[in-house]
Every structure is written in structure tokens, then in C-alpha cells.
């Protein structure tokens, strides 16, 4: 299986910061990379496919890039609603999908 | 507007049956391949199993295969999980989740709607 990999694991951060969390890959995924941002007690919700496309509705401060093994998440002006934890996701090895184990962000 | 709504999670003893239900509204229900991930407490998200839009194919995670079962029933717009000889570790929240292919690729797919989940506990 992939192995994903996201660090830091926590961060803290206020709002109007630019944030970066990076996820990583045991093998080449291409572009194969999915986020996700998770509240407590609430279903993840979809913030950005195939590495770099923004999914309808989320606001245009998130942005993600990379190919390969190495990625990124980027929020570039964090805002209160943006403290939760964040989850990579490979599906390059389709059905058998994995994701990377969070980044709790909070706040500083 | 895309529903999916979770339902048949409780409390189980280990070796017990349970089945979970989502019915599905809001988009052609036959045409997307559907998830189950879940979620232990306090620990990230695992895939458990994945079923085409026919019901045809079905796919799962090393750690339930032999003891769960994903099937659908496109006329109920409903997706369902058998879970059977359940252990503790089985314990978490379930969520059902809709696959977007968004390109015609094998790789080319995201979770882009998800239930609300429901959990299971699996205790004696």
C-alpha cells in the first residue's frame, strides 16, 4: 500500500497567517492527491482535488500544488473557521485509497 | 442538493453482526461509485470499502475483508454495510461517501460529499 505522510502533525497559528502543511508519499502518485479539512464531530468536507483544483464553493485563500511524491496545502490568510484538522489523500492506487494521518491546526 | 444519511450504528458485543444503511438523495444515484470510511476516536481516517455504480465490483481494506460486505440497491437510491465477527478495534464512526471521477482516468477520483456518519462501538 502508499504510504502518506503529512507534517507537521500540529501547528499553531493566528488568524491572518499563512499557513503550509506538507504531504508526502512512500511512491510517485503524480497528481493523484485529494484534501480534505475536517471540525470536530463533523464529516470531512473536500477542499482541493488532483493536487492543485479547488473544489466548488471553497474560498479561494486555499491553494494546493506538487506532483510526484512532495505536496502542499496552503492557506494563505488563515481565518477563524479554518482551525481544524487537515487530511492528504492518495488515489492514485484506486480502489485502495489512503489517506495521510492530519494536521490539527489551532489556534496560537 | 446531495444528501447522504448513515444509519443501523450502535453498540455490538466482539463476534456480533451490524448493518449499516445510507441512503442516498440529490444526484442519479446508479451512475457513482460509493464508499465507507471510518474514522476510530480520535485517530484519522481509514477506507473500508468501495462498490461501482452497478453493484458490480466491490473492493476492501486488508483489515475487514472475509468479515464485512458493501452492496447498494440503486431502486432504494441506498448503499449498505454488512459487518459480521466485529472486534473492538471495529470501533469507530462510518461515514458513506460520494466518488467523483473527474477524469477518465482509474486515479482521477475524490470523496466529495460525505454523510454525516454514524457510530459503531464494538464492546462487551
Do not use: H
Amino acid at each position: 500500500d502508499i504510504q502518506m505522510t503529512q507534517s507537521p502533525s500540529s501547528l499553531s497559528a493566528s488568524v491572518g497567517d499563512r499557513v503550509t502543511i506538507t504531504c508526502r508519499a512512500s511512491q510517485s502518485i503524480s497528481s493523484y492527491l485529494n484534501w480534505y479539512q475536517q471540525k470536530p464531530g463533523k464529516a470531512p468536507k473536500l477542499l482541493i482535488y488532483a493536487a492543485s483544483s479547488l473544489q466548488s464553493g471553497v474560498p479561494s485563500r486555499f491553494s494546493g500544488s506538487g506532483s510526484g511524491t512532495d505536496f502542499t496545502l496552503t492557506i494563505s490568510s488563515l481565518q477563524p473557521e479554518d482551525f481544524a484538522t487537515y487530511y492528504c489523500q492518495q488515489s492514485y492506487s484506486t480502489p485502495r485509497i489512503t489517506f495521510g494521518p492530519g494536521t490539527k491546526v489551532d489556534i496560537k | 442538493e446531495v444528501q447522504l444519511l448513515e444509519s443501523g450504528g450502535g453498540l455490538v458485543q466482539p463476534g456480533g453482526s451490524l448493518r449499516l444503511s445510507c441512503a442516498a438523495s440529490g444526484f442519479t444515484f446508479s451512475s457513482y461509485a460509493m464508499s465507507w470510511v471510518r474514522q476510530a476516536p480520535g485517530k484519522g481516517l481509514e477506507w473500508v470499502s468501495a462498490i461501482s455504480g452497478s453493484g458490480g465490483s466491490t473492493y476492501y481494506a486488508d483489515s475487514v475483508k472475509g468479515r464485512f460486505t458493501i452492496s447498494r440497491d440503486n431502486s432504494k437510491n441506498t448503499l449498505y454495510l454488512q459487518m459480521n465477527s466485529l472486534r473492538a478495534e471495529d470501533t469507530a464512526v462510518y461515514y458513506c461517501a460520494k466518488v467523483l471521477n473527474y477524469y477518465d482516468s482509474s486515479g482521477s477520483n475524490c470523496f466529495d460529499y460525505w454523510g454525516q456518519g454514524t457510530l459503531v462501538t464494538v464492546s462487551s
